[in-house]
């Protein structure tokens, strides 16, 4: 891995997205969501990002001048239409009129927005302003329904940050068992796959990556997680009027128009009475004696904020082949 | 099991709640419940919860005939004091105002209610009403947090209901491996547990299930699904006001005041815009082929409407034992 100075990796994606017609605000927010995967230590939300971004645009899929389309149909609804925008200008458009409106609770429906990347930064803003975020979005059909073979569901991660005395809990997951990226990965190595990862084309558990890559990534915690992500993906679309299941588009591919939609809600704990003190139940866990094997437990946030440190000290991570492209677009 | 007619069912609850001081009308709400939970075949959220419900009563903890009070905080924020009443009608008034709403999204936070029972049928009305009903509630410390071994989270279940063009999707899972009354079951069998749903008083994983007893439920899903009851915990005590951890309490003793929260939320399709056929898609996954070992995708929902439908016409299965005890009340 390269370590990159954090303005470093910022200054490539500007320079990238404005010489694509990008002004320098968005491009900007874009940068510094590619910028947040690669400090918390995740590069399949990183900079590796890029290339496809900048396919998207010059394919005229994506329009990074975009101003998007803010409309609260009721004093709690904001509908948004991202007039294919990069995505992260869009959803800071939306949390900024969440944080800003003041009903105890309200959701922006997004539709026709690039890519969010990372969901956590999202949500911790809004629990920068005292409230407790949601997110959630669809994505492309990487993972099969449990009980048959087809990928026919987003890994639609979910996202909830919850303000507390100190720094916010923020869960950040995808419903799948594991990104499309590591399995790659591991069939670049050559190593296999955990167990419950995935099936082959039959719809048979493999942990063979390449018989993962013809088949699909299971769900996490089986039909539990299954019934999860398939929920969210009906409410995804039902909220944004977008896609289901395979006709879903728009952050993977240069080819199609964006058919993903995404669902931020906020909600303010003081509106609703407020003043739980959260901060002594999560230190008892933090505190807690490790289960054999385990190094403890951790509370959703603290590792990601720790990596995030550690990086922005030591330069981003990148790799060397990923550092290459982006820096020769 | 005995096989009951429903209205043999409901008529039990009705005349111990109503030989308790409940009048008949909320009696009538808790006993639908009760009768709801056996007719879908979760017996452990059926009439054999009456005897702590009546415990509850005689101890001085439940007020049958209390009148639950609701305050909007907000245009769309509800707050819904309990006052120790049973649970079904302190919720079904909070959808109920939910579903007259129309603010496109409105959320109840309920304090001081008694055990809802399954969650199901609330998300279920609000569906009916074609809203998106979600619902999550906190319950007694039974699960261990991922890396440790004591019981410090709740197995707090979710449920949600997507209303479609036919039958809504109705999810109502817990967020525990498996409830504790199935662990009691198998103990009471000799039979072992599923691998991965519980750990002994060490925090290692147990088969058995009087070791699991002594120990905890495990997450579902691994460390995601802990992140994930964690922060449902975290999110409904901290709407609610009420307790966290090993403070919570109101659905498995006859000695404690109840100290759970409940929080629904209902959003309106129609209010952002609406118009999407959920059905195509889910036509599609039903009509998967079944991959090696499965009978096929099941839609969640499905399966809980089959097995009521062929026990309201078999007759209500409940344990004899059971069924000699409520009798007997």
Redesign the interface.
């Known amino acids: 891995m390269l370590r990159v100075p954090a303005d470093d990796h910022l200054a490539v994606t500007v320079r990238v997205l404005t010489a694509l017609g990008a002004p320098e605000a968005p491009a900007r927010e874009q940068g510094e969501l590619l910028l947040e995967g690669d400090l918390r230590g995740h590069a399949s939300h990183g900079i590796r990002r890029l290339p496809v971004l900048a396919g998207r645009i010059r394919a005229g899929l994506c329009a990074p001048a975009a101003v998007p389309e803010l409309d609260w149909?009721?004093?709690?609804?904001l509908?948004v239409d991202g007039h294919t925008g990069l995505g992260p200008p869009v959803a800071h458009r939306a949390v900024e009129a969440l944080v800003e409106r003041?009903?105890?609770?309200?959701?922006a429906?997004i539709r026709r927005a690039g890519h969010l990347g990372m969901l956590a930064p999202y949500v911790e803003r809004l629990a920068g302003a005292g409230l407790?975020g949601l997110a959630v979005t669809t994505s492309e059909a990487l993972v099969?329904?449990?009980?048959?073979?087809?990928a026919?569901l987003g890994t639609n991660p979910?996202a909830?940050a919850?303000?507390?005395e100190g720094e916010p809990?923020v869960?950040d997951?995808a419903t799948g068992q594991i990104s499309r990226g590591k399995v790659l990965d591991h069939a670049h190595r050559g190593e296999p796959l955990p167990a419950g990862a995935a099936?082959d084309a039959?719809?048979?558990p493999t942990t063979d990556p390449t018989a993962a890559l013809d088949g699909a990534i299971s769900p996490?915690?089986?039909?539990?997680?299954y019934?999860?992500s398939?929920?969210l993906e009906?409410?995804v679309?039902?909220?944004?009027?977008?896609a289901?299941?395979r006709e879903v588009r728009g952050t993977l591919d240069t080819t199609d128009p964006v058919t993903k939609g995404d669902v931020l809600?906020a909600?303010?704990?003081a509106?609703?009475?407020?003043?739980?003190a959260?901060g002594p139940?999560l230190d008892?866990?933090r505190a807690?004696?490790?289960?054999?094997g385990?190094?403890?437990?951790?509370?959703?946030g603290d590792r990601a904020r720790a990596t995030r440190a550690a990086n922005l000290a030591a330069g981003v991570p990148v790799d060397p082949g990923t550092w290459a492209e982006v820096t020769a677009l």
């Open positions: 149909s009721t004093p709690a609804v509908r003041g009903t105890g609770v309200a959701v429906a407790i099969h329904p449990w009980g048959a073979a087809p026919m979910l909830v919850v303000p507390t809990v869960l997951m099936v039959s719809g048979a996490f915690g089986g039909p539990k997680g019934a999860l398939l929920v009906l409410m679309a039902s909220l944004t009027g977008t289901l299941g809600i909600l303010d704990p509106a609703f009475g407020g003043g739980v959260l139940f008892e866990l807690l004696d490790p289960a054999p385990h190094a403890g437990v951790q509370i959703p």
